[in-house]
């Protein structure tokens, strides 16, 4: 018999058990090594896509980890970020000319569906890029659990419902992370990913040009001056600049670190989303111990990532495994 279609029969055998004992939906748990059989490469394939991706441009690393956040955060992991369309989520003011790294996963789902046709699905590609662009840039590596699903809906209104602003202070951001059933200490960690990749000068304005009260943020004379020559005044009224790009982490802008941290100490964060986590007292704390001790942020950042990757997820026989990442079978 097949190997795809003994995992399959595999799976749907235990959302079977599941359902008739806890009377649920039936599902299928993610698990490590989930393509060991049915496509025994999938996992290598992603992981030298991205690598050569972010060897030619390592902030195309931060690009693919915001991926997998933005992807998660809005219906679940299950690749609907990833879906073309005039009301899609890519459409969303949140994502529309920021999302980066379609490429990448457009690549690697290229590569698996001539190796492994219809096995390997869009959702797990980003996840697995994720997770390889945390450790090439970042040395942080952890194992992803796979059998994701991917789904038929992608909603630009939702994309705006789920995912935190960058111009909204502390308090918001622990209500967004909250809704998904993650921690503040959770929140605080992944912020982290900001410690590699730009942001445009539209995203980062009302950090230097302050709309109110709460985006009055302290921040240090030089840094502010060295950002007003990147993004100036114009850019709030006639849209002057932009478009200009200004790395997240002035410290090391293309290594997944704790430097991140250290930049909010010495009131360097480049979103107000970022500086905001220092004006409370409980994510301030956890800002000076993750500046502090950076081996354990990056175990609570690859544990926080597996987190992350299970919300809301398509298993068993729920969604498709999608030929093309950019629209449903």
């Not at 441009?57 to 997998?68: D, E, S, V, Y």
């Not at 994701?148 to 960058?166: F, H, I, Q, T, W």
């Not at 921040?219 to 993004?231: A, H, N, Q, T, V």
């Not at 409370?280 to 502090?292: C, E, G, I």
């Amino acid at each position: 018999m097949d190997l795809k279609v003994i995992a399959v029969i595999s799976c749907l055998i235990f959302s079977l058990s599941v359902s008739t004992s806890a009377k649920r939906p039936p599902s299928c748990p993610l698990k490590v090594g989930y393509y060991s059989h049915t496509c025994p490469s999938a996992e290598a394939i992603v992981r030298n896509v991205v690598y050569k991706a972010v060897s030619r441009n390592p902030g195309i690393a931060g690009g693919l980890i915001r991926l997998h956040f933005h992807d998660c955060f809005v219906r679940g992991c299950d690749a609907s970020v990833l879906l073309d369309g005039p009301d899609s989520e890519k459409e969303s003011i949140a994502n529309k000319n920021s999302l980066r790294g379609f490429e990448v996963i457009d690549e690697a789902k290229k590569q698996l569906e001539a190796a492994c046709p219809g096995t390997v699905s869009c959702a797990d590609i980003i996840a697995f890029a994720a997770r390889d662009s945390s450790y090439k840039v970042g040395k942080i590596n952890y194992n992803v659990q796979a059998g994701r699903r991917d789904g038929y809906v992608s909603s630009k209104d939702e994309a705006l419902d789920n995912l935190p602003s960058p111009f909204v202070g502390v308090k918001e951001l622990i209500k967004s992370f909250t809704r998904k059933g993650m921690s503040v200490d959770e929140m605080v960690t992944l912020s982290g990913a900001h410690s590699i990749g730009i942001a445009h000068c539209a995203v980062f304005a009302n950090r230097i040009y302050p709309q109110n009260k709460q985006q009055n943020l302290p921040i240090d004379r030089e840094y502010r001056k060295m950002l007003k020559s990147i993004c100036p005044p114009e850019a709030l009224t006639n849209g002057t600049g932009v478009a200009n790009p200004a790395h997240l982490d002035v410290m090391t802008p293309n290594k997944l670190d704790n430097k991140y941290y250290m930049d909010l100490m010495s009131k360097k964060g480049l979103l107000v989303s970022d500086q905001t986590l220092m004006s409370d007292p409980k994510t301030a704390n956890l800002v000076n111990f993750n500046a502090r001790y950076g081996r354990v942020w990056g175990k609570k950042f690859a544990d926080a990532m597996v987190h992350m990757g299970t919300l809301d997820v398509l298993t068993g026989w729920k969604g498709e495994i999608r030929k093309n990442c950019h629209s449903v079978n």
